[in-house]
């Protein structure tokens, strides 16, 4: 039976807390303040400790720290005066979770529902982790390099807190596997994973798909529908390109991470979530900020735990184990018996991969297909794009602002690739989607006049 410690100086909030942890099967110490929590905690190690950040004797973050370095303890801060501030500094120093008075009943008994799976869970790291030394694999992911390793070391410190984290990364280099392992490696893992894509969803529709919206809200609307929101509630919400969310939705989103309520489009009723957020950006969130496409205080709430996804070419060795193991895939399904050339990893290694893993595995799949039975270094040629000329670069003038550099870099990088719209983006390290967005933001107008000119594709 997990034991919970309750430290708060209000009577009312103590019975409440007390309430819901005898209906999770808790047995329970309570404490009115520092000195009484201090000697509660003596008596008897608590498994979980929920405290208020401001008490009569003490602060709370002092506990914290005491408790904090003591294994196996989970510790939830509890505040009536929230900041986004001491949130995302609470969960970087550890806590398992924030809870804002008047508090969130659902999102409490969410968290001291799992707490019997915290010594499982990590039972389950660590056997991941003894898979990795062994084969390369980490939950989905596959790779022995430095770069991988480290941050197969950084998802299994984070994967299993409650801690909101921000992947970045080039495109293609993995960022939905890294926050899916995230998922399966916490304790929400038997709740949904659902991934949304920022920038594939139309503008006018992403409101709706994120919280939902009530029958007869707008034209169209002919049954209710649930939103992501709604859905995931319990697991885990994937936010890929997050910096091309509207900025006018960024204040909706920051709302629910903060209260865990929301309404639905042309709802009146108040709804309850409690999701863990992994967001993602191919872009440098903070020149999105500075652009005005991503709001600093969302910014600020998603980088509590920032993770880099290393780009391909800086994996090494990695690159021939993902070919072997795309090969190993292809032949499973297909029933075939393939495989590579001695020549074929140098062919590989001596690519720099600007589309990275995704692009591997596009031009392994190409050439099983052209393949009779061994995949050779000529089959692997398409692969060899010839890379810009050297010293080919845009003069940009010292104070245009960031939004026209990145403009006028977008039209160059289109230029010297012929127009090929898919090759540009792999360039510029971003998907397809999101420069189809960029150039409808760069001027309609022009854009369409250069398309039909036949100037980009």
Same mark, same amino acid.
């Given at each position: 039976?997990?034991?919970?410690?309750?430290?708060?100086?209000?009577?009312?909030?103590?019975?409440?807390?007390?309430?819901?942890?005898?209906?999770?099967?808790?047995?329970?110490?309570?404490?009115?303040?520092?000195?009484?929590?201090?000697?509660?905690?003596?008596?008897?190690?608590?498994?979980?400790?929920?405290?208020?950040?401001?008490?009569?004797?003490?602060?709370?973050?002092?506990?914290?720290?005491?408790?904090?370095?003591?294994?196996?303890?989970?510790?939830?801060?509890?505040?009536?005066?929230?900041?986004?501030?001491?949130?995302?500094?609470?969960?970087?120093?550890?806590?398992?979770?924030?809870?804002?008075?008047?508090?969130?009943?659902?999102?409490?008994?969410?968290?001291?529902?799992?707490?019997?799976?915290?010594?499982?869970?990590?039972?389950?790291?660590?056997?991941?982790?003894?898979?990795?030394?062994?084969?390369?694999?980490?939950?989905?992911?596959?790779?022995?390099?430095?770069?991988?390793?480290?941050?197969?070391?950084?998802?299994?410190?984070?994967?299993?807190?409650?801690?909101?984290?921000?992947?970045?990364?080039?495109?293609?280099?993995?960022?939905?596997?890294?926050?899916?392992?995230?998922?399966?490696?916490?304790?929400?893992?038997?709740?949904?994973?659902?991934?949304?894509?920022?920038?594939?969803?139309?503008?006018?529709?992403?409101?709706?798909?994120?919280?939902?919206?009530?029958?007869?809200?707008?034209?169209?609307?002919?049954?209710?529908?649930?939103?992501?929101?709604?859905?995931?509630?319990?697991?885990?919400?994937?936010?890929?390109?997050?910096?091309?969310?509207?900025?006018?939705?960024?204040?909706?989103?920051?709302?629910? *991470?903060?209260?865990?309520?929301?309404?639905? $489009?042309?709802?009146?009723? @108040? /709804?309850?979530?409690? %999701?863990?957020?992994? !967001? #993602?950006?191919?872009?440098?969130?903070?020149?999105?900020?500075?652009?005005?496409?991503?709001?600093?205080?969302?910014?600020?709430?998603?980088?509590?735990?920032?993770?880099?996804?290393?780009?391909?070419?800086?994996?090494?060795?990695?690159?021939?184990?993902?070919?072997?193991?795309?090969?190993?895939?292809?032949?499973?399904?297909?029933?075939?018996?393939?495989?590579?050339?001695?020549?074929?990893?140098?062919?590989?290694?001596?690519?720099?991969?600007?589309?990275?893993?995704?692009?591997?595995?596009?031009?392994?799949?190409?050439?099983?297909?052209?393949?009779?039975?061994?995949?050779?270094?000529?089959?692997?040629?398409?692969?060899?794009?010839?890379?810009?000329?050297?010293?080919?670069?845009?003069?940009?003038?010292?104070?245009?602002? *960031?939004?026209?550099?990145?403009?006028?870099? $977008?039209?160059?990088?289109? @230029? /010297?690739?012929?127009? %090929?719209?898919?090759? !540009? #983006?792999?360039?510029?390290?971003?998907?397809?989607?999101?420069?189809?967005?960029?150039?409808?933001?760069?001027?309609?107008?022009?854009?369409?006049?250069?398309?039909?000119?036949?100037?980009?594709?």
């Amino acid at each position: 039976m997990p034991h919970v410690l309750i430290v708060d100086d209000d009577p009312n909030t103590r019975d409440a807390l007390y309430d819901i942890a005898v209906a999770e099967d808790c047995s329970i110490a309570q404490a009115d303040g520092v000195r009484a929590a201090r000697e509660q905690v003596a008596r008897r190690r608590p498994d979980v400790v929920l405290i208020d950040l401001n008490l009569p004797d003490g602060s709370g973050i002092e506990l914290f720290n005491e408790l904090n370095s003591r294994p196996g303890v989970e510790i939830a801060l509890i505040t009536g005066h929230a900041s986004i501030e001491s949130a995302v500094e609470a969960l970087r120093l550890g806590a398992a979770d924030y809870l804002t008075k008047p508090l969130n009943l659902r999102r409490l008994q969410s968290l001291l529902a799992r707490i019997p799976r915290r010594a499982d869970l990590r039972d389950e790291i660590g056997e991941l982790r003894g898979e990795l030394r062994r084969l390369g694999h980490f939950g989905g992911m596959l790779g022995t390099s430095p770069a991988m390793q480290k941050l197969y070391s950084q998802i299994g410190r984070v994967a299993p807190t409650e801690a909101s984290v921000l992947l970045l990364g080039e495109s293609g280099t993995g960022k939905e596997m890294a926050a899916q392992t995230i998922h399966e490696l916490s304790l929400r893992q038997k709740q949904p994973f659902l991934p949304v894509n920022c920038g594939a969803i139309s503008p006018q529709l992403i409101e709706s798909e994120i919280f939902g919206h009530e029958k007869g809200s707008f034209t169209g609307a002919d049954r209710q529908h649930k939103g992501y929101f709604e859905r995931a509630s319990g697991g885990t919400l994937f936010l890929d390109e997050i910096t091309e969310m509207p900025v006018e939705l960024q204040v909706k989103l920051l709302r629910v *991470l903060e209260s865990g309520s929301f309404m639905r $489009i042309g709802g009146n009723q @108040e /709804l309850e979530t409690d %999701v863990r957020i992994v !967001a #993602a950006s191919n872009r440098d969130p903070r020149d999105a900020v500075a652009q005005g496409s991503l709001r600093l205080d969302l910014y600020h709430r998603l980088n509590v735990f920032p993770l880099e996804i290393p780009p391909l070419r800086d994996r090494g060795d990695d690159i021939e184990l993902l070919a072997r193991a795309f090969l190993d895939e292809f032949n499973r399904t297909h029933g075939g018996a393939k495989r590579l050339a001695p020549d074929a990893a140098a062919a590989l290694a001596g690519y720099h991969w600007p589309g990275n893993v995704r692009e591997l595995r596009n031009h392994m799949q190409r050439a099983y297909i052209l393949a009779d039975r061994l995949i050779d270094a000529a089959l692997l040629a398409p692969a060899q794009v010839t890379p810009p000329p050297a010293g080919l670069t845009l003069s940009i003038a010292v104070g245009t602002s *960031l939004a026209d550099a990145d403009r006028q870099l $977008i039209f160059a990088t289109l @230029e /010297l690739c012929g127009g %090929v719209k898919k090759r !540009a #983006a792999d360039m510029l390290g971003i998907s397809l989607k999101t420069l189809y967005n960029r150039l409808e933001e760069y001027g309609r107008g022009k854009v369409a006049a250069a398309a039909a000119a036949g100037l980009y594709g």
